[in-house]
C-alpha cells in the first residue's frame, strides 16, 4: 500500500511538472521555472525526496524531448542540480529545528543549484560543446537562483494551507 501511494503522488508530481513545462512554456523561464522548482520543493515536503529525485531527474528529459531544452548534453546537468537542489533542501530542512528552518533550506539549496549550473555551464559544458549559446549560458547562470527561490517560498506557502486544511478537516471528522 504504502509502495502505491508513493508511486501515485510522484507521478502526480510529475504530470503536473510536465503540466507546467508544455503548456506554459511560452511564458518561458520567468513563468516555467518557478512552478517546475515549486514542483520539485513540494514533492519534496509531501512526497520525499526520492519523489522528488525521480520528478526532476524526468522533467529535463522531457523538456528535452519536446524542444523546451535544446541541447542534450546540457540534460544531465540540469537534473543533477535538480538533485542537488531537493537533497540539499530535505537534510536542511529535517535536521534542523524551527521555523526558518524551511526557509534556510529553500535558501541554501537555491543557491547550491545555481552555483552548480553556472559553473557547469561556463567550466564543464564547453569541453562537451564548443559554443554554447549565451541564451543557454544565461538561463543557467543567475536565473536559477531566483526561479529555486520564487519556486521555494510558493511550495513552503502551499504545503503550509495543505497541511493546515487536513488537520482541520482531520479535527473536524
Do not use: C, D, H
Amino acid at each position: 500500500m504504502k509502495k502505491t501511494v508513493f508511486i501515485t503522488r510522484t507521478a502526480i508530481f510529475l504530470a503536473l511538472a510536465l503540466v507546467f513545462q508544455i503548456y506554459f512554456r511560452t511564458f518561458a523561464q520567468p513563468v516555467v521555472g518557478p512552478l517546475v522548482n515549486f514542483v520539485l520543493f513540494l514533492s519534496t515536503m509531501l512526497v520525499g525526496v526520492t519523489s522528488a529525485i525521480i520528478v526532476g531527474s524526468l522533467t529535463p528529459l522531457i523538456a528535452f524531448s519536446f524542444g523546451i531544452m535544446p541541447l542534450f548534453p546540457v540534460v544531465p546537468f540540469i537534473m543533477v542540480g535538480n538533485i542537488f537542489m531537493v537533497t540539499i533542501y530535505y537534510f536542511i530542512s529535517n535536521n534542523l529545528q524551527g521555523y526558518f528552518s524551511n526557509f534556510l533550506g529553500i535558501l541554501l539549496a537555491a543557491f547550491g543549484k545555481f552555483l552548480f549550473l553556472a559553473l557547469s555551464i561556463r567550466y564543464v559544458v564547453p569541453l562537451l560543446i564548443p559554443q554554447v549559446p549565451p541564451p543557454i549560458v544565461q538561463a543557467l547562470s543567475l536565473p536559477q537562483l531566483y526561479t529555486a527561490l520564487i519556486g521555494g517560498v510558493l511550495a513552503i506557502l502551499v504545503a503550509k494551507g495543505l497541511n493546515e486544511y487536513l488537520y482541520s478537516k482531520t479535527k473536524a471528522n
